[in-house]
């Protein structure tokens, strides 16, 4: 077997191999996307079969019919809140770590990176209480501290990576210019952060939009949570709504999609510079 048919044997074995995974992962989506447009009835009786018509009032009724809509707009104020802050926030502890390089300023990445170690469920009891102390059980501020505190550890170690790349003769010549530090951070060092920014905003922005257990044990009982946590509520110990369950998932899918068409560009690109920068 020569070179070429032995490289294109290979081509084949791999093109079929990406396809097979390809529609073991794009299977689920499908299936949730088909049953969404389905009744209950329908589910229950041929859960694999097509939708024999468009079916739309499984998303009438969550968003005319039920507190889904509150659910909603409570899962953004907690994911564009969180993000924004943690953009504000999480950028300027990276630079200021990398660019100071002082025994101090190693300690606190030491320190931030050691709380990546820690699992969630081991401090959950002392953090719940914490909050309970402070007054922000019960509230949407208490999670969005949080999910800020939580993600500095894994934002400091890719914005510090990334920091390294940009010459600090850049800095510099605009310090001469007499521009002062926060200036050389937002108006020349931030907008060179931003594939590690559109990577910092869709890891986490997946993440605290799809929590369960936060919202779930810190937000009021009997009050609208978020939109995880009302899906979950039609799951029952002897029956289930599926029609609902459906169209809730497949309503929030959405946004995510939305943010990750628009920023897929600077994902891979700003994940592989964080870990390969210094």
């Known amino acids: 077997m020569s070179m070429q048919t032995r490289k294109k044997t290979t081509d084949v074995v791999l093109f079929v191999v990406i396809l097979i995974f390809a529609i073991l992962f794009f299977f689920p ?7 969404a447009f389905k009744s209950n009835s329908e589910i229950m009786r041929n859960a694999l079969s097509l939708p024999t018509s468009l079916y739309l009032e499984n998303f009438k009724y ?8 509150r659910a909603i707009l409570n899962s953004l104020i907690l994911t564009v809140v969180s993000i924004v802050m943690q953009i504000l926030i999480i950028p300027m502890a990276g630079y200021a770590i990398e660019r100071r390089n002082a025994r101090w300023t190693n300690f606190v990445f030491l320190y931030f990176l050691a709380g990546m170690m820690i699992p969630f469920q081991a401090y959950m009891i002392p953090l719940f209480k914490e909050l309970k102390m402070l007054g922000l059980y019960g509230s949407l501020a208490g999670p969005i501290l949080v999910y800020i505190a939580g993600a500095i550890g894994f934002g400091c170690l890719l914005y510090t990576s990334f920091v390294k790349g940009i010459p600090k003769e850049i800095e510099e010549a605009a310090e001469i210019d007499g521009c002062s530090r926060y200036g050389i951070f937002w108006k020349i060092v931030f907008p060179l952060l931003g594939p590690v920014t559109a990577s910092m905003i869709i890891l986490n922005g997946l993440g605290i939009w799809n929590d369960f257990l936060m919202p779930m044990l810190v937000l009021p009982s009997g009050e609208p949570k978020t939109m995880v946590v009302e899906i979950y509520r039609y799951i029952g110990e002897f029956s289930s709504r599926w029609d609902m369950i459906f169209a809730g998932t497949a309503l929030s899918v959405v946004p995510v999609l939305i943010v990750f068409v628009a920023l897929q560009r600077y994902f891979v690109k700003g994940i592989s510079a964080g870990a390969t920068k210094g």
């Open 62 to 69: 969550l968003l005319t019919e039920t507190e889904f809509p």
């Open 29 to 35: 989506i499908f299936f949730n996307l088909m049953s």
